[in-house]
């Protein structure tokens, strides 16, 4: 079964506007990732957060976690056409397996 | 790129055969990971093997099975084949301790 969800399932934008997409979880974590995956090929880790941060940053990405509402957004600023891509959180389950959501689709538009 | 490859890039088999899909990890990487995604969806867990050891397996049948070896690449086996096992392969390697992984191409996989 799923852990996180993302929202939303799909989001265009113009090049330039920043991106925003949530996830949410189910149960207690120790970090959450995300992943970028472009057209039909390997996953790219971008960021992790640990369950005891709020935010952290790494060049355009923002993230910041609520673990009481359990939740996360990932924030892309400044977006280019090589935004272009589906990206996923992952959370740890009881077992320190990684589960991923089913992704947001990012389209970034000329 | 990362460092893990996988082979076949691409495959076509009929419903009831088998398959072997591999995974060369990235170096210093002893732990990997099997993931079976279907079109639009994400990533769903097969199994993780740490030390030519499964040491965690998500929720698909026996047919599903799994080898590392002692240069910790690894293989998937699926046994008879069904239509829904079509889907991208992705396997991924890291390091036991850490949490970030690692990701091959995938293999895309067809069943007719």
């Known amino acids: 079964s799923q852990q996180g969800e993302e929202d939303p399932q799909a989001l265009s934008i113009q090049e330039g506007e920043n991106a925003t997409m949530n996830c949410s979880y189910k149960?207690?974590?120790?970090?959450l990732q995300w992943y970028r995956q472009n057209s039909g090929r390997g996953l790219v880790h971008l960021i992790l957060?640990?369950?005891?941060?709020r935010e952290k940053h790494s060049g355009r990405l923002r993230v910041t976690l609520d673990t009481s509402k359990k939740s996360s957004s990932l924030l892309i600023t400044a977006s280019r056409a090589a935004d272009t891509a589906s990206y996923f959180c992952?959370?740890?389950?009881?077992?320190?397996?990684?589960?991923f959501g089913k992704g947001t689709r990012l389209h970034i538009l000329p | 790129e990362t460092g893990v490859t996988q082979s076949p890039t691409h495959l076509i088999k009929t419903r009831g055969q088998q398959v072997t899909l591999r995974c060369s990890s990235q170096?210093?990487?002893?732990?990997v990971s099997w993931y079976q995604q279907a079109l639009g969806q994400g990533p769903q867990f097969i199994f993780q093997?740490?030390?030519?050891?499964?040491?965690g397996r998500g929720n698909f049948p026996p047919r599903f099975s799994g080898l590392q070896f002692p240069n910790y690449s690894s293989e998937l086996n699926v046994n008879a084949l069904e239509l829904d096992d079509s889907a991208l392969y992705l396997c991924?390697?890291?390091?036991?301790?850490?949490?970030?992984?690692?990701f091959g191409p995938g293999t895309r996989l067809t069943v007719t």
């Open positions: 991924a390697s890291k390091i036991q301790v850490a949490y970030e992984q690692y």
């Open positions: 957060i640990r369950s005891n941060e």
């Open positions: 093997y740490y030390r030519e050891e499964e040491n």
């Open positions: 992952a959370t740890d389950d009881r077992d320190d397996k990684i589960i």
């Open positions: 149960t207690s974590i120790n970090n």
């Open positions: 170096s210093g990487h002893n732990t």
